[in-house]
């Protein structure tokens, strides 16, 4: 059916409700790829299999992601009248088990991860209600996790079904749509936007409303806008999530976009390594289509507008939004002097304006509830939440969705609950690539475009890693700078050419082999590629160099004065030693080790050649009794051969 | 016509076009600044990172900029050689001299902006077509794109290992042999040859295209892609006649007629 008038909107919306508030239990599985990849599938597919063996009638479907990834795979369940309840590290051998106490109306008790009474989808007029009871079980808020958190972006992730158009508008979605497209000119969207203070979620940080003013200004009959997903900095996955478990809000964020400044086609750009990502796209424009959501005539106005996807072809410079519309045109991925702005000549030289998956969440919302109430999350130039992927030597690892200026320490000890290892935390890497460390004594910074960047990292599109006592901080500026390198477009020179010698720097340093002219060469690079290159990615690839010289400068000094990497990372720098009193010469090391320079025999104190050993780290891995240990600059005690052990010890 | 600006370039005021590129303006009033990838005949390109300016007022960004793709506004200030800029372009070159060991051209221009040593370990790629002197400047692969509208070359790979030549490394199948590309290199590094009646364009994976033999003379004067072309752009009648002649026999065919004509002489076709 084509939704024409609000009534026909009103009744695809009580038709969805009767699929989130069913009259039996309702079980959904949290499948985006965190969820599949924890085997969630395979849990989906038991719980299929064991509801039709034993009869059971019940409400089987699936959700996108609820954020917690670190207890994954998830399963919610809804009891009619009673409050939705998500399950958590669900195994395909409990699902049994989970099935019996749902045919009688019960709960997993020991599976139960949290409750959910009610739920504000921000789009509907007031929350969405499940009902009261399970005393015993904490609310979803109370978890330590989600208790910074706010959900803008994640309004529906993991509660609705990604799949299914109608839970999507049960929800409230398309609403604002309606109310743009009907109520609204493009003068008054473009004036709420703007009124939001939203800012581009994609890492750079310019107020939407203004690009959208720019675009809607030019006069041309053929525009586009186009929504960026080409998410690829290391350690991010904001965005595919965003598009697994929600691919409607983006439509719908679009659709007002487009109507706004006057566009009448889109594309997302979405990275080719997001196979559901792109399917469920694909499954949402289809049936936005069905409808009559997406085409001709929305909501019966005059307003036509549709979208394609455009997988991409495995550049991470493609996120640049110039290089973007050259790939999009058939060309190499490869960015353009700006001006002309996107805005003014874009794609096929057209007004075109792009923004980032995230930011295109964010507008249904502003447009239901209004710029001013979204002006009023966060702090001041810094409006509404971002959603950071955590991830690294953290306990609780997730997408984490805070309101702006929420403190590091917030986002890594309240919800990622601190070090995963028990060791310090040392540092987070915020920003990606792109990005830079910032040390464990300035995580009361709030995380804001502003003092991210004063602190010399940038918001980036969101990711977060945090590193512990164990991560060499120049091995890290390393690998960063090595993903620069390998993915620099080649065209202007100090990206293509500076980065290379910048890691060749950095590799020498990390062997050991660095002066300290190679530091003052190292740091006039990076001022120069920063300050010289063309685009974004090389005027950011320094900042994880210049940020851990800034911050770490003594670990830099470490390498090469005293030949030492403290937190005992560079393999040149490091030698394994076996622990005389510790040894029990049970011989696996000896057998294990690739290089043969272990020395030993049952019974025997085993020994290392250190001429031999390549500091491969095998014999630590396999040693059962923690024998192998690990230094830099330091020298244990060993027997000169393997001698016998002590009897009695 | 474009209106006239005025800009200020270190203190002093000069006329521009407007929009005109601010590097288009120092080169035609004498203001020194390096530049290896700006073409007047070729779009913007900006890849060189050579010509930086810094700008210090002016209703744009302020900061340090490339003159080539910076455009000529009303109430533009702009500085060059400021110790920033002197430092920065000194890395550049350096950046060069390592990526292009054998190149005359960039040593002499680096030397004349007082870089001679370079820091860093030298690039050097065995049986490179270019010769170790290409830096990826793209005039190559702009004039044959944009300018031709042939694109018998184009980059190949990217990062530090992106490389310049024909799609495949095999021989063109859609070079006209023009030459274009060997006019604007900037380094001298790409090679071409005539063999009798071929022209091989050595750095291009050997890419072959035959010559024109004029009618008269007998000497392999164009490459007949390129002569042919031409001809579609002439009269008929004049194309006729002057069709497979050299430059030369074409010139003097024509002074020959002239000549018969002011002497009252009615000329034969042909003669």
């Known amino acids: 059916m084509k939704i024409r008038r609000f009534e026909d909107l009103e009744n695809v919306r009580k038709a969805g409700i009767k699929k989130l508030l069913p ?109 009261r009871g399970y005393k ?8 330590s996790y989600f208790k910074p958190q706010k959900k803008v972006v994640l309004r529906n992730a993991g509660i609705i079904n990604p799949e299914d158009i109608e839970e999507y508008i049960a929800v409230g979605g398309y609403s604002a749509a309606y109310k743009a497209l009907t109520e609204m000119s493009p003068d008054e969207i473009v004036e709420e936007v703007k009124k939001s203070g939203l800012r581009g979620r994609g890492g750079a940080g310019f107020p939407t409303g203004l690009k959208w003013e720019f675009t809607k200004k030019e006069d041309s009959n053929i525009k586009y806008v186009i929504c960026n997903a080409d998410e690829g900095d290391p350690g991010a996955y904001m965005n595919r999530n965003e598009m697994e478990s929600d691919p409607h809000m983006i439509i719908e964020g679009m659709l007002i976009g487009a109507y706004a ?35 001709k005539h929305i909501f019966g106005t005059g307003f036509s507008f549709d979208i394609r996807i455009v997988a991409g072809a495995g550049a ?36 075109t304006n792009i923004n980032n998956v995230e930011t295109w969440c964010n507008i249904a919302p502003i447009i239901k509830k209004g710029g001013e109430w979204f002006s009023r999350i966060g702090v001041e130039k810094n409006t509404g939440t971002k959603v950071f992927s955590l991830v690294g030597k953290v306990k609780r690892t997730g997408l984490v969705e805070v309101p702006l200026g929420t403190p590091i320490r917030e986002i890594v000890y309240t ?65 960063f700078l090595g993903f620069t390198l390998d993915e620099s477009c080649g065209k202007c020179v100090p990206c293509r050419e500076g980065t290379k010698r910048m890691y060749d720097i950095l590799e020498k340093i990390t062997k050991g082999q660095g002066t300290e002219e190679d530091l003052l060469t190292l740091e006039e690079l990076a001022e120069t590629v920063k300050a010289t290159s063309l685009c974004g990615l090389g005027q950011t690839a320094p900042n994880p160099v210049i940020s851990t010289i800034r911050y770490f400068k003594d670990e830099y000094t470490k390498h090469i004065k005293d030949k030492v990497c403290p937190a005992r990372v560079c393999r040149a720098l490091i030698d394994y030693f076996i622990v005389p009193d510790k040894c029990r010469g049970c011989t696996i090391c000896m057998k294990s080790c690739p290089v043969d320079a272990i020395d030993g025999g049952p019974g025997l104190i085993h020994i290392i050649d250190q001429t031999k050993c390549i500091a491969c780290g095998t014999c630590m891995d396999v040693c059962p009794f923690d024998a192998v240990i690990k230094l830099s600059g330091e020298k244990i005690e060993t027997p000169d051969k393997p001698i016998p052990i002590k009897k009695g010890r | ?14 006329e521009a076009k407007e929009e005109e590129s601010v590097l288009s303006v120092c080169n035609r009033v004498g203001i020194d600044i390096p530049q290896l990838c700006y073409n007047e005949a070729l779009a913007p390109y900006g890849a060189c990172r050579l010509c930086l300016v810094e700008v210090v007022n002016g209703p744009g960004k302020k900061g340090i900029t490339t003159s080539c793709t910076l455009r ?22 350096e950046l060069y001299l390592a990526q292009a060991p054998n190149s005359e051209e960039i040593r002499e221009m680096a030397a004349k902006y007082g870089v001679t040593k370079t820091r860093f370990s030298k690039k050097v790629k065995p049986l490179d077509p270019l010769g170790n002197k290409c830096v990826l400047c793209g005039q190559c692969v702009r004039v044959c794109n944009e300018i031709m509208g042939t694109a018998a070359i184009g980059y190949i790979g990217r990062a530090f290992y992106t490389r310049i030549n024909t799609p495949y490394l095999e021989k063109s199948d859609v070079c006209m042999g023009c030459g274009a590309c060997v006019e604007v290199c900037p380094t001298g590094a790409i090679q071409m040859e005539d063999i009798q009646d071929k022209r091989v364009m050595k750095s291009w994976s050997g ?36 069709k497979d002649l050299c430059p030369d026999c074409r010139r003097k065919l024509l002074s020959k007629r002239e000549i018969l004509i002011s002497q009252g002489e009615v000329p034969m076709n042909g003669e």
């Open chain 2, 72 to 93: 000529a506004v009303d109430g533009l200030e702009i500085v060059t050689d400021t110790e920033k800029i002197v430092k920065y372009r000194s890395i550049l070159f």
């Open chain 1, 415 to 479: 919800a990622g609950g601190g070090s995963a290892t028990g060791k310090k935390v040392k540092a987070v890497q915020t920003g990606g690539p792109s990005g830079g460390c910032i040390p464990e004594n300035l995580f009361d910074l709030p995380v804001d475009y502003d003092h991210l960047a004063s602190a010399g990292s940038i918001m980036g599109s969101g990711g977060m890693v945090v590193m512990d006592e164990d991560t060499c901080m120049v091995d890290t500026a390393r690998y």
């Open chain 2, 207 to 242: 890419t072959e295209v035959k010559l024109k033999k004029c009618k008269s003379c007998g000497r392999y004067f164009a490459p007949e892609p390129i002569a042919e072309f031409a001809y579609t752009k002439l009269d008929p009648e004049i194309k006729e006649e002057l």
């Open chain 1, 136 to 143: 015993n079980i904490p609310l979803w808020n109370e978890i």
């Open chain 1, 23 to 131: 009259d039996k239990p309702r079980v959904a599985v949290g499948l985006a790829t965190c969820g599949i990849a924890a085997g969630g599938q395979d849990v989906y597919e038991a719980l299929e299999a064991a509801l039709k063996k034993k009869g059971v009638n019940a409400f089987l479907t699936k959700t996108g992601c609820f954020g917690i990834c670190s207890e994954e795979p998830l399963v919610n369940i809804v009891m009619p009248g009673k409050p939705l309840v998500i399950l958590h590290k669900v195994q395909k051998e409990e699902v049994d088990l989970i099935v019996e106490k749902v045919a009688k109306g019960e709960l997993p008790e020991e599976k139960v991860l949290c409750k959910i009474e009610e739920w504000d989808h921000l789009t509907l007029d007031k929350p969405l209600y499940y009902g």
């Open chain 2, 1 to 14: 016509m474009k209106k006239t600006v005025r800009i200020k370039i270190n203190g002093k005021i000069y």
């Open chain 1, 316 to 351: 991470f410079v493609c996120g640049e939004e110039t290089a973007l519309i050259a790939s999009i045109e058939g060309k190499p991925g490869r960015p353009r002097p700006r001006p002309p702005f996107p805005a003014q000549k874009g794609l096929w030289g057209k007004p």
């Open chain 1, 261 to 295: 400044i006057g566009a009448t086609e889109g594309y997302i750009y979405v990275r080719a390594e997001y196979p559901l990502a792109i399917e469920r796209l694909k499954l949402a424009i289809k049936q936005a289509k069905e409808y009559g959501l997406l085409g």
